[in-house]
Nanobody
């Protein structure tokens, strides 16, 4: 089994910053691709950013230049630094990891951008 624990969400004003963390534990067996998705009310879950086992990254167009995804392999943790936040970034953010052809999801963390 694999477990993901997300943290760092909260309420922030437009233009502010937050850093999300996602720590993976369990039967991971090495460095695995991980990613962040988000789901706003009434919308489908969408990719925010993902990072490969070799630390190459991919971002949604809507967050390029504002969000940065990184990883600490020793801690099996990924970090999503979110800057210049906008109200449209408001959503529940979910972390995932791919292990041996299976995708595991975290419980999600709420990010609210509002004045």
């Amino acid at each position: 089994q694999v477990q993901l624990v997300e943290s760092g969400g909260g309420l922030v004003q437009p233009g502010g910053s937050l850093r999300l963390s996602c720590a993976a534990s369990g039967n991971i067996f090495g460095i695995k691709p991980m990613g962040w998705y988000r789901q706003a009310p009434g919308k489908q879950r969408e990719l925010v950013a993902r990072i490969s086992s070799t630390s190459s990254t991919d971002y949604a167009d809507s967050v390029k230049g504002r969000f940065t995804l990184s990883r600490d392999n020793a801690k099996n943790t990924v970090y999503l630094q979110m800057n210049s936040l906008k109200p449209e970034d408001t959503a529940v953010y979910y972390c995932n990891i791919q292990v041996i052809g299976r995708i595991y999801w975290g419980q999600g963390t709420q990010v609210t951008v509002s004045s």
